[in-house]
């Protein structure tokens, strides 16, 4: 079994024209780094449709799951906004709307 602490937000996926650093769309499982105000996180997994794709300057819902949740810090939370990168390059930002807490997959 699997366990992620699982979050839902608003993410907008940055053009070039917009600062972003991606030209290829976004598939479900894309793995970025996150940023909340200075404090990182390398776990981060998008959640959504498999079949669908995510193209630079589309804005979109998305679960996000993160393997753990000890170093989310006090910027952290509903409301909270964030940036996800690719090393350090901006890929994209995003906003909180929900913490959902932990849950479990079951691996087959």
């Not at 972003?20 to 449709?49: M, V």
């Not at 409301?79 to 932990?102: A, D, P, Y």
């Amino acid at each position: 079994m699997n366990e992620f602490y699982k979050i839902k937000a608003l993410v907008k996926f940055l053009s070039k024209t917009e600062g972003g650093f991606r030209n290829a769309p976004l598939l479900a499982g894309y793995r970025p780094n996150f940023d909340f105000g200075g404090e990182s996180f390398k776990d981060g997994i998008f959640s959504f449709d498999r079949n669908k794709m995510i193209y630079p300057g589309d804005e979109f819902e998305s679960d996000i799951l993160f393997h753990d949740n000890r170093f989310f810090g006090k910027n952290f939370g509903k409301g909270s906004h964030f940036t996800f990168m690719e090393g350090r390059n901006k890929v994209g930002e995003g906003k909180v709307l929900e913490v959902i807490g932990l849950v479990s997959f079951h691996k087959e």
